[in-house]
């Protein structure tokens, strides 16, 4: 099987983004998790009955996706819709009701890269092209939003804490954690120089916000900022991946769990010797891991994209080289059911009525957003 691809321009531009924020460390910080307990590991079960039905929305054959599109994170709208990021035109799009729109009002240079949608149906999105963050309205009106100290970063993921607030961080030879305030106005601290973090967010439902994010000596920790600003640095058994090894990096890696716990998928690390198959998850007292192994999935896959939906967690695995894909459902205890998909899964989400969508490119395929019902 011919194993070339073609990365966009875009995509090695986030690629790049993501992995190439070096230069930077950790300081020390106390953990409130042991560095490690011993491995936890389930092999994945074969693919079952109940194979998810997908349905897919191509780019340049979906009326509404345009030809030019390149589907990157996605997230849950109102009303059972979804939102995702096109970094290729530039444009934010829906897919309410089995339509799909595209607005186009961004800077020419705009790379949108991570979005989510708030409870007063505002969506907002990083824009890695212009250091800003943006939103727009369910009518499809564009803001971007900036602070001169993001100036040459790359804004990547962007949450919403429990109390409404818009975090976002960028990377750069300076990382920012930064959020937005209730006058429109970007506040971006700067994360300690000897901390280099890999572009994920996600906030708990105390408030605290995790990150991943590498050492001086690319060990990799889980970063915890507890609401009163402390950073809590949390050692993992993970090293950082050496490119070319994953080029798909998927937004969204991590997800609070069906358990109220972070989980997270190892796309841009390595565990020892060990190839980046693992799914992790913060339960205290300690980290635990999940080896994926294939199951009726013969083909390398690398788990990206990760979401939680009613008591469990899915995610998606890619190869990079060719339109193989993986989606796996996974219970808190790690028994995992695997299906292969023809697509290169990227951004996954789960909308409000409990169903799968996820984003697809590479492969020398057309943009795709894949809508998965589970059966």
Request: aromatic share 10%.
């Amino acid at each position: 099987m011919n194993r070339s691809f073609t990365l966009n321009a875009a995509y090695f531009l986030a690629a790049l983004f993501a992995i190439g924020a070096g230069g930077c460390s950790a300081t020390n910080a106390p953990a409130t998790l042991p560095v490690q307990t011993n491995s936890v590991t389930h092999t994945a079960q074969s693919a079952q009955t109940g194979t998810p039905a997908l349905h897919a929305f191509t780019a340049g054959v979906t009326p509404g996706f345009l030809s030019t599109a390149h589907a990157w994170d996605i997230a849950p709208g109102p009303n059972d819709s979804v939102w995702f990021t096109d970094t290729g035109t530039p444009a934010i799009g829906s897919i309410e009701a089995g339509t799909v729109r595209e607005y186009t009002g961004l800077p020419a240079n705009a790379r949108p890269y991570s979005i989510v949608v708030a409870p007063n149906r505002m969506a907002w999105f990083t824009d890695s092209g212009t250091a800003s963050i943006g939103r727009i309205s369910p009518a499809g009106v564009v803001k971007e939003f900036s602070n001169p100290r993001l100036s040459g970063s790359f804004p990547q993921d962007v949450t919403i804490a429990p109390d409404g607030s818009v975090w976002f961080i960028a990377v750069g030879t300076t990382a920012f954690l930064a959020h937005v305030d209730r006058a429109d106005r970007v506040h971006a601290a700067a994360l300690p120089s000897t901390l280099s973090p890999d572009g994920s967010l996600i906030a708990d439902k105390s408030g605290s916000l995790w990150f991943l994010a590498t050492n001086a000596n690319q060990k990799a920790v889980l970063v915890q900022r507890l609401t009163d600003g402390t950073l809590v640095r949390h050692p993992t058994e993970l090293s950082a991946a050496a490119e070319p090894c994953c080029p798909n990096l998927a937004p969204k890696r991590l997800t609070i769990g069906p358990d109220g716990n972070v989980w997270f998928t190892t796309l841009n690390y390595i565990k020892e010797s060990s190839p980046a198959n693992w799914i992790v998850t913060a339960a205290a007292p300690a980290l635990q891991y999940f080896y994926v192994h294939d199951g009726s999935i013969t083909y390398s896959v690398y788990p990206s994209g990760i979401t939680a939906s009613g008591t469990k967690l899915w995610f998606t695995g890619d190869d990079p080289f060719q339109l193989n894909g993986g989606l796996w459902s996974m219970k808190t205890d790690g028994a995992m059911v695997a299906y292969p998909v023809n697509y290169n899964p990227a951004g996954l989400t789960t909308a409000t009525d409990g169903s799968l969508w996820f984003t697809s490119d590479f492969g020398g395929q057309p943009s795709a957003i894949v809508h998965a019902i589970i059966k």
